[in-house]
């Protein structure tokens, strides 16, 4: 190797020094001009073969992975050692020699130190289901500047339940980082279809039913359907279009429930034509314990007020305290029709009468605080 470095060396030395001494030749005024040019013309192709020679030298010693693909590394040389005769090649061993000296500079953020453990060392619990709480995904999903942790965030609501992975999805909708916020799109997409094909399988199955069975399926179906507006999953005219078969199924729940409890029959040719919320509502004046339970009754309340019918909301929720639902239950419902009728006295005598603190508690304790000022 060190025998063809000085071969390649000694060529391309002998010929760049041949290549001047023509040069040097043809500026002499007693040469023809055909001379001057053959002599000149004779100079550049010993200054290419020089060049040649040199950048096969230099290529030589280059490292391996400067060394590819041969053609353009080897053309590279050339040319600088061919535009410049004499001080391209000193420069190009000054810039390769000082780089093959120098060691390759490495960045300390590269380096990462791990200590080894003392003994007896046991590696940490892997836990199928990941322990983090809906208040933690949230703060993650708040607070993280890395955009790779809140990433991971949002995918570990995989393993929640949807119910409490529904706050930290409707937050993630809104990050600034495309890959975030449509993993969270994708996740809300995927509850949304499965809600909607339970709803219809189960709407279906619903006329093979037995009688005593429908009323359930009934309730089941409207619970799915609220739940598809109350998560706001679905928007426009999909979203009103489940919060109406969600109160036409109770409706039929109420209402059958209702004519059961009196021993009516289901149809009559001479009775009058009445909705089916004002055959509902009006049931409950004649019976206490009659005309359905009281989560029934709160249901079809809520599904009311989401309407924007308070009025016969109010009623609805009348009817679920007759049956026996908790009145502190019930005070913010009330609370909220009352401030939609712009009753606001009515709506701070609720909010005072309230004792429980709620789900979340946050939202309530803000409106408690603001209102019994």
């Given at each position: 190797m060190?025998r063809m470095y000085?071969?390649?060396?000694?060529?391309g030395v002998t010929?760049?020094?041949?290549?001047?001494?023509?040069?040097?030749?043809?500026?002499e005024?007693?040469?023809?001009?055909?001379q001057?040019?053959a002599?000149?013309?004779?100079?550049?192709?010993?200054?290419?073969?020089s060049?040649?020679?040199?950048?096969?030298m230099?290529?030589?010693?280059?490292?391996r992975?400067?060394k590819?693909?041969?053609?353009?590394?080897?053309?590279l040389?050339f040319?600088?050692?061919?535009?410049?005769?004499?001080?391209g090649?000193?420069?190009?061993l000054w810039?390769?020699?000082r780089?093959?000296k120098q060691p390759?500079?490495?960045?300390?953020?590269n380096?990462?130190?791990?200590i080894l453990?003392?003994?007896?060392?046991?590696?940490?619990?892997?836990f199928p289901v990941?322990?983090?709480?809906?208040?933690?995904?949230?703060?993650?999903?708040?607070?993280?500047?890395r955009?790779?942790?809140?990433?991971?965030?949002?995918m570990a609501?995989?393993?929640m339940?949807?119910?409490e992975?529904?706050?930290?999805?409707?937050?993630?909708?809104?990050?600034p980082?495309?890959?975030?916020?449509?993993?969270?799109?994708?996740?809300?997409d995927?509850?949304?279809?499965?809600?909607?094909?339970?709803v219809?399988?189960?709407?279906?199955a619903?006329?093979?039913?037995?009688?005593?069975?429908?009323?359930a399926?009934?309730?089941?179906?409207a619970?799915?359907?609220?739940?598809l507006?109350y998560?706001?999953?679905?928007?426009?005219?999909?979203?009103?279009?489940?919060?109406?078969?969600?109160?036409a199924q109770?409706e039929?729940?109420?209402?059958?429930?209702?004519?059961?409890?009196?021993d009516?029959p289901s149809?009559?040719?001479s009775?009058?034509?009445?909705?089916?919320?004002?055959?509902s509502?009006?049931?409950?004046?004649?019976e206490?314990?009659g005309?359905?339970?009281?989560?029934?009754?709160l249901?079809y309340g809520r599904i009311?007020?989401e309407?924007?019918e308070?009025a016969?909301?109010?009623?609805a929720?009348?009817?679920?305290?007759?049956?026996g639902?908790d009145?502190?239950?019930?005070?913010?419902?009330?609370a909220?029709i009352?401030?939609?009728?712009r009753?606001?006295?009515?709506a701070k005598r609720?909010l005072s009468?309230?004792?429980?603190?709620g789900?979340?508690?946050?939202?309530?304790a803000?409106?408690r605080?603001w209102?019994?000022?």
């Open positions: 060190r000085r071969l390649l060396a000694f060529s010929a760049e020094v041949v290549a001047i001494l023509l040069v040097w030749v043809s500026a005024d007693a040469l023809a001009d055909w001057e040019g002599l000149l013309f004779t100079a550049a192709v010993f200054h290419s073969a060049s040649y020679y040199l950048a096969r230099f290529w030589q010693s280059l490292p992975r400067y590819l693909p041969p053609p353009r590394s080897l053309g040389l040319a600088f050692l061919w535009i410049l005769p004499v001080f090649a000193l420069g190009v810039s390769i020699t780089a093959l390759r500079s490495r960045s300390a953020k380096v990462k130190i791990i453990p003392e003994l007896p060392f046991s590696p940490p619990v892997i990941p322990p983090y709480s809906q208040g933690a995904l949230r703060q993650i999903v708040h607070f993280a500047d955009s790779l942790k809140r990433l991971k965030a949002v609501t995989r393993h339940a949807p119910k992975a529904m706050e930290v999805w409707s937050k993630a909708t809104r990050d980082i495309d890959d975030v916020r449509l993993l969270a799109y994708a996740m809300k995927a509850h949304e279809k499965r809600l909607t094909d339970r219809l399988a189960l709407t279906e619903l006329p093979h039913l037995p009688p005593r069975a429908q009323n399926c009934r309730k089941t179906i619970a799915l359907c609220w739940e507006v998560h706001k999953l679905v928007q426009g005219a999909v979203r009103q279009h489940w919060l109406k078969n969600a109160r109770m039929v729940v109420l209402t059958s429930s209702s004519i059961t409890r009196r009516v149809a009559s040719v009775a009058p034509v009445r909705t089916a919320s004002e055959a509502l009006a049931s409950s004046k004649h206490r314990s005309g359905g339970n009281a989560d029934s009754w249901l009311l007020l309407s924007g308070a016969v909301a109010r009623k929720f009348v009817n679920a305290q007759i049956h639902a009145p502190q239950q019930l005070l913010p419902w009330f909220e009352a401030f939609r009728e009753k606001f006295t009515e609720c009468a309230l004792a429980r603190v789900e979340k508690g946050r939202e309530l803000l409106v605080a209102w019994n000022k």
